[in-house]
């Protein structure tokens, strides 16, 4: 199966929404100007099924922050840190590539709260045009809104 990223321009920034990456999908990562990975599933999911990418990353040059969510779950660590941090890359026009397994629960559920958060406008049907599969469960969307709040 071919490597597929799905882009949303946000700010001066793009987001760039995948499934897990494999070792060998990095170099698509270079070739698209990745500034930050950020990996969502849990660090036993990684190695089970992509145990080489952390290295490949690091060799890349490519920086990786870690937000483990179990699948089909919702956060329970610090998101208001590291959603600063986030912000902060898109600010300068950075890319910043967010994944799960499979692109579309977790992956979904963090992209649509960093985009309520920066205040874009139909965040939803944006975010569902270029990753229709965005947000899985009825939890990680009452996560996700409460940006609004």
């Not at 949303?8 to 070792?23: F, N, Y």
């Not at 890319?95 to 799960?100: D, G």
């Amino acid at each position: 199966m071919a490597f597929e990223l799905a882009e949303i321009a946000m700010g001066r920034g793009v987001l760039g929404l995948c499934a897990l990456p494999q070792a060998g999908d990095v170099a698509a990562l270079q070739a698209w100007r990745t500034d930050l990975v950020l990996t969502l599933v849990e660090q036993a999911e990684a190695v089970a099924l992509s145990p080489d990418l952390e290295g490949a990353l690091v060799a890349a040059g490519i920086a990786q922050r870690w937000f483990e969510i179990a699948d089909y779950g919702v956060p329970v660590g610090d998101w208001a840190g590291l959603s600063g941090d986030l912000h902060a890359v898109l600010k300068v026009g950075g890319r910043v590539v967010i994944h799960c397994r499979g692109g579309c629960g977790r992956t979904g559920m963090i992209a649509l709260r960093f985009m309520e958060e920066a205040g874009e406008a139909d965040a939803l049907a944006r975010l569902r045009a270029v990753r229709p599969c965005a947000v899985e469960t009825e939890a990680q969307m009452d996560w996700a809104l409460q940006a609004r709040d």
